[in-house]
């Protein structure tokens, strides 16, 4: 999926930079989007890291689909394995800071927790 999210900005849509995010993230941020759009100014790639061993945002300069051949999806090699395969393909990268996802419902009581937040702000707001 995501290797034809990319494709499809960049051939359909004619994108010049193109990001996927998470849509697990409670901790993203404009900043943190647009840091990463800055990013693929100056390399090919950038990357947010879960604290899973995982990613919570991608963004390349043009689709590079070898990237995500024989990626361990969902386990703590998924960034690993892909940033492999970035260098693989000659690909300049930037690693952001990490940040939290939510996969099971303690993973949000543990990131409410952690960051100060009210989890029922959030909870209202995705509701509402």
């Known amino acids: 999926r995501l290797s034809t999210s990319f494709i499809d900005s960049f051939e359909r849509k004619n994108a010049k930079k193109a990001l996927v995010v998470g849509s697990d993230i409670p901790g993203i941020s404009e900043d943190i989007i647009q840091e990463a759009f800055q990013s693929l100014d100056e390399v090919d790639v950038v990357v947010g890291p879960s604290f899973d ?22 386990c703590d090699r998924t960034l690993e394995v892909t940033k ?9 990268c930037k690693e952001l800071g990490p940040l939290a996802d939510v996969d099971e419902p303690a993973d949000f009581e543990t990131w409410a927790k952690v960051s100060g937040r009210n989890k029922h702000y959030y909870l209202r707001r995705s509701v509402a």
Do not use: C, D, K
Not at 84 to 92: C, H, K, P, Q, T
């Open 53 to 74: 061993g995982g990613y919570y945002l991608l963004g390349m300069r043009q689709p590079t689909v070898q990237v995500f051949q024989n990626i361990p999806w969902s």
């Open 84 to 92: 492999r395969r970035m260098s693989e393909a000659g690909l300049s």
